[in-house]
Nanobody, 124 residues
Framework: QEQLVEFGVGLVQSAAPLRLSCATS????????LSWLRQAPVNEREFVAG????????YYANSVKGRFIISRDNAKNTLNLQINNLKPEDTAGYYCAASASIVITNTITEYVCWGQGTQVTVSS
């Protein structure tokens, strides 16, 4: 069973940057499509950004393109999410997850292993 553990600062001001990280195993970081997803109150969970270890490709939801950067640190077995210019609408629980798909997918049901999530609250 793969394990994913997210960590990062929880309360930040609007327009500030934030970096979230997800610790995992060497097998997970090298083998699986890994993504960040988020869920705001009363909203469904949504895909944010993903990365494919085989191709090096990344993919972003339109709502975050240009502000979010997903990256892998294979030496540290860590998946990162750099968030720039935070907005109040970015307030959500953020999850890293591993997909059973061989390509980056924004279909939530394709993700088979999840971290416990970390809350990000953006104050205006």
């Amino acid at each position: 069973q793969e394990q994913l553990v997210e960590f990062g600062v929880g309360l930040v001001q609007s327009a500030a940057p934030l970096r979230l990280s997800c610790a995992t195993s060497g097998h997970t970081i090298s083998y699986y499509v890994l993504s960040w997803l988020r869920q705001a109150p009363v909203n469904e969970r949504e895909f944010v950004a993903g990365t494919n270890p085989s191709t090096g490709n990344t993919y972003y939801a339109n709502s975050v393109k240009g502000r979010f950067i997903i990256s892998r640190d294979n030496a540290k077995n860590t998946l990162n999410l750099q968030i720039n210019n935070l907005k109040p609408e970015d307030t959500a629980g953020y999850y890293c997850a591993a997909s059973a798909s061989i390509v980056i997918t924004n279909t939530i049901t394709e993700y088979v292993c999840w971290g416990q999530g970390t809350q990000v609250t953006v104050s205006s």
